[in-house]
């Protein structure tokens, strides 16, 4: 618990913790109201339609919308500056200002700030906070669709700075998000060439585009390639496994040995985090799952899209395992390469072939170790397989970047939109960026 004589100059004690001197606690309601406007869509033509759909989770700006004639019913009826709430399964983090007039789900509360006291762009970051959607949560009812609502969320309590403090924090955590946007638009770029890139390496093999027509291709139950190159079984080219990974009860997870789990890496073949959780096992356990580099995981149990994504294993610092919903084999070193074969489980036609195997469940669908041995690949050399390697991996390395990148300025917005809302760092004190420089 914070004294008195040891808060921060220039800070003082509130029931919401410490908070600056200049700052006053108060309600959300206080500083907002709810919009009660009702609409019918045909009284509303032109008006762009947002749905929950339409509002992505943690973001403060609405980057699609509908028609009116995609809905029947009463709607609400909102204008620019107007904060949407979703206030179905608060957990999910939708809120957004309204940058123009529109009609809205009756699922999204209209708040509108109170010019006096508060500006939209800080309301709609503060809902975005861990605190708000905590509170939210708390203050559901229902069970199959539970919802918060004006009257539980009105009375939040908001940390308010001044609003000239309040424009300046909106805008410092919108200078990161529009970083965020503008390296996930370089990352679909790098996302879209390796894909492109795949496809025309496993149609000509490793050779110039100005020489592609040069190469002889033979039509193939898995596409076209190269005249020289055979098609085998998966299988065939596997030299240990596949072997499913470990499975323990949730309450043995906390400490332990690391684990890849599925949501560890993407459908590119990419790792997309190396915070593994862990996992307590013996260290029997540790050396029957342990992962090696050069090691090829497939997930066999998962949502469809998500069904069949494959990664080859880097090299760890330590000792790693990996769970049960996931297979692991290593290729024979005399007839593919790790890289090579990677790569392939990650294409299109690869996927669609495992994607018809799949035996389809409600929630999940699954694959089995002879589905995955079964998989048809193309298998040059391995010099070119070598070859299809290298031209790979400067791509990669790239969606890899900016990926990195991406996770660095998602954790600095985390970090700032909690730092920033309770004062602990002032946004009078940050320098922002040029637009050249963002």
Not at 74 to 85: C, N, Q, T, V
Not at 155 to 172: G, M, S, T
């Amino acid at each position: 618990m914070i004294e008195p004589t040891d808060l921060p100059r220039g800070f003082r004690m509130t029931g919401i913790g410490p908070l600056p001197e200049a700052w006053t606690q108060c309600e959300l309601g206080d500083v907002a109201a709810l919009v009660r406007t009702k609409v019918h869509p045909r009284q509303a033509p032109g008006l762009p339609y947002v749905g929950l759909e339409h509002l992505d989770t943690g973001d403060a700006t609405i980057r699609r919308r509908g028609s009116p004639a995609q809905v029947r019913s009463m709607k609400g009826r909102f204008r620019a500056d107007d904060i949407l709430y979703g206030k179905l399964r608060p957990y999910l983090d939708k809120a957004a200002v309204a940058e123009g007039d529109g009609i809205c789900s009756t699922d999204i509360l209209i708040l509108r700030a109170k010019p006096e006291r508060a500006a939209p762009a800080f309301l709609a970051h503060l809902l975005h906070t861990s605190r708000f959607i905590a509170h939210a949560v708390g203050t559901t009812s229902g069970t199959n669709h539970p919802r918060t609502s004006w009257d539980a969320i009105g009375r939040f309590a908001v940390a308010l700075p001044p609003l000239p403090e309040q424009r300046r924090i909106a805008a410092v955590l919108d200078t990161v998000r529009r970083a965020i946007e503008a390296t996930d638009m370089v990352l679909a770029a790098a996302r879209e060439l390796k894909r492109s890139l795949l496809q025309y390496l496993f149609t000509y093999g490793p050779v110039p585009h100005d020489q592609a027509d040069q190469v002889e291709l033979k039509e193939t139950e898995i596409g076209p390639m190269p005249e020289s190159w055979a098609v085998v079984s998966l299988g065939s080219v596997v030299a240990v496994g596949p072997q499913n990974g470990v499975y323990k009860h949730a309450s043995s997870y906390g400490s332990g040995t690391p684990i890849i789990r599925i949501d560890a890496f993407d459908e590119h073949g990419q790792f997309t985090s190396r915070a593994f959780k862990r996992l307590a096992l013996t260290p029997e356990e540790v050396e029957r799952y342990r992962v090696c580099a050069g090691d090829i995981l497939v997930n066999r149990v998962n949502s469809l899209p998500q069904l069949g994504k494959a990664v080859m294993v880097p090299s760890f610092d330590e000792a790693t395992v990996f769970e049960s919903n996931m297979m692991r084999f290593t290729v024979d070193s005399e007839r593919a390469l790790p890289e090579y074969t990677a790569a392939y489980l990650v294409t299109e036609p690869c996927r669609d072939q495992l994607l018809g195997m799949a035996r389809r469940a409600v929630a999940q669908s699954s694959v089995n170790q002879g589905d995955v041995k079964s998989l048809l690949i193309p298998l040059p050399g391995l010099p070119e397989q070598c070859s299809v390697s290298e031209a790979l991996k400067w791509v990669s390395a790239k969606v890899a970047a900016e990926e990195d990148r991406r996770r660095a300025l998602q954790a600095l917005l985390t970090s700032l939109l909690h730092d920033l809302m309770t004062g602990r760092v002032r946004a009078n004190h940050l320098e922002l960026p040029t637009e050249e420089q963002t």
